[in-house]
């Protein structure tokens, strides 16, 4: 079950696309965070939903706002998938341990052994205030975030 509206967002510490630590508690202070969980790099509907952050950036990227984008592929992977897509801003890797953070949040698919596509907006004490979770083939409205964020 999906970490719920209300609850303490559990910190992580990731590698980013170019082997950069990030974590969570980075921001606790700093910035809200828009936290986006998704199966795999190079698939349709992925590709689709990160450039079209990519392409509305400015809104979930600012001195207020921090976007981070997971999936469980490899560090390789997502460097290859940023630079062929123009994405510039972290896509985190959950490959190692397999899930770990996938699982923290409670979006990932054991039998697919991915994460789903869940987004969680999480403010600047690092409280979830806003979440979705769709499943493997359904896109996520962007226009959703854009609200969450509106509210904070």
């Known amino acids: 079950m999906a970490i719920e509206v209300g609850h303490k ?3 992580f ?4 696309n170019h082997g950069r ?4 508690s980075d921001f606790r202070g700093e910035k809200n965070v828009v936290l986006l969980f998704y199966p795999f790099a190079f698939t349709g509907v992925c590709t689709g939903e990160l450039c079209e952050l990519r392409d509305q950036l400015p809104r979930f990227q600012n001195e207020d706002v921090q976007l981070l984008a997971v999936s469980n592929d490899s560090v390789p992977t997502l460097r290859v998938f940023a630079e062929q897509e123009g994405l510039e801003y972290p896509l985190l890797s959950d490959f190692w341990p397999h899930g770990e953070t996938s699982r923290a949040y409670g979006v990932f698919d054991e039998d ?25 083939p359904d ?9 969450a964020l509106d509210s904070l």
């Open 9 to 11: 967002a559990p910190d």
């Open 13 to 16: 510490e990731l590698k980013d």
């Open 21 to 24: 630590t990030v974590r969570l």
């Open 112 to 136: 697919k052994g991915c994460a789903v596509r869940g987004t969680f907006v999480i403010d600047k004490d690092g409280i979830v205030r806003w979440t979705v979770v769709n499943g493997l």
């Open 139 to 147: 896109a996520r409205d962007l226009n959703d975030y854009i609200k």
